[in-house]
């Protein structure tokens, strides 16, 4: 086999949750919104005109930055945008670590797809134990290191740290770049964004697929002091400058233009994972206390892995991650009122209840 054969053959991909193509099914296995997007995304897309599409968009996607700097009361230099918040995170790995000499941490049971990247950019990396409990133990990332990444709220655990303790972390580790991926931030968690101006060296990572339902989308952004993103940029634009495309560029700024919209379907969801959070309780489940929009749950009597196809059979999807250490756990995601009592029926169907 060729040198080129065998490096390609070392890649493991990340395996996305499965989008199934039937249309009558529920699905909540990809942590996307149960809700459209902001109304205002609707009236871009009715306005449409192809002819805009003849020319490049623009490369430096300055109106979203300025709308999401304005958002967050920051100036636009801080803002870094990209193709949901993989291409973030990935330009981010590339830029941050791409020449580390030491290994980046990360908890053990978090977004699998740290390590993919990392693989890929030949980045050198560990994977610090979490708790038994799945909390991450940031005194366990002791030591000096390449860079560091928490997603907070911690998938699939749902977890969330508090700020306080995550600045610890980054005083304790001036030597490199610390990510925070708050893809899930706003479902419960709190915010790195107040520490930007304290530490240069952090990194705050987010995306519109969750709670602003843009998933099919693809918009992310990080923000950070303006040197640590205006590396991001000089990056990107080593690699491909017009990331983003005219129409979604728009459709974000849609988004960010109407946060009564956003704010109303966040706490909509919220509402539903307390009251079904309860429901499944009563069942026999048990997880992890959720700052996220989705639960990472476990029964009592009955093994994930068997609940999974039950679902599945019924044409629910939850997410099942085969992996040791959580291969009995489901992580499913809060959808409607309507979906999660749909849910509720089938499981209790299927346990016997
Ligand atoms: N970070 C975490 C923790 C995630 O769960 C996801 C969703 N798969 C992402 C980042 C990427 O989301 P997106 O690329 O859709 O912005």
């Not at 099914?25 to 009236?43: D, F, H, M, S, W």
């Not at 973030?88 to 590339?94: D, G, K, N, Q, Y």
Request: include cysteine.
């Amino acid at each position: 086999m060729s040198d080129w054969e065998k490096y390609v053959k070392k890649l493991t991909p990340y395996v996305p949750g499965e989008q199934p193509r039937k249309k009558d099914v529920i699905k909540l296995n990809t942590n996307e919104n149960p809700y459209p997007p902001a109304p205002g995304v609707q009236r871009i897309l009715e306005d449409l005109d192809a002819g805009s599409l003849k020319k490049y968009p623009d490369p430096t996607v300055h109106d979203l930055r300025c709308a999401l700097a304005s958002y967050h009361g920051i100036s636009e230099d801080r803002v870094f945008v990209g193709v949901g918040s993989d291409d973030v995170l990935a330009m981010s790995f590339i830029t941050f670590f791409g020449d580390a000499k030491k290994s980046v941490a990360f908890a053990d049971v978090t977004y699998s797809f740290y390590d993919v990247w990392c693989r890929l950019f030949g980045i050198e990396y560990e994977r610090i134990p979490v708790r038994e409990d799945f909390s991450i133990d940031l005194n366990a990332f002791d030591g000096d290191r390449g860079g560091i990444v928490i997603a907070n709220p911690n998938a699939p655990s749902g977890i969330a740290l508090s700020p306080g303790e995550i600045a610890g972390l980054i005083s304790a580790h001036p030597e490199c770049v610390v990510i925070v991926d708050e893809a899930y931030v706003d479902f419960g968690g709190e915010s790195m964004l107040p520490y930007i101006d304290e530490f240069e060296n952090l990194l705050v990572v987010r995306t519109f697929s969750k709670s602003r339902a843009l998933a099919g989308s693809r918009i992310g952004y990080a923000m950070g002091s303006k040197k640590i993103i205006s590396y991001l940029l000089a990056a990107r634009d080593s690699f491909n400058s017009y990331t983003m495309d005219t129409i979604t560029q728009r459709i974000g700024i849609a988004s960010v233009e109407d946060d009564e919209y956003f704010k109303k379907r966040v706490s909509d969801i919220v509402k539903t994972r307390e009251v079904y959070g309860k429901k499944l309780k009563d069942m026999g489940f048990s997880f992890p206390k959720s700052a996220a929009n989705f639960l990472f749950a476990t029964h009592e009597k009955m093994d994930a892995a068997g609940i999974y196809e039950e679902l599945l059979n019924r044409g629910i999807y939850v997410r099942y991650f085969k992996t040791p250490g959580i291969d009995n756990r489901l992580r499913i995601t809060i959808g409607t009122d309507d979906e999660m009592e749909r849910l509720c029926i089938a499981l209790k169907d299927i346990l016997g209840i």
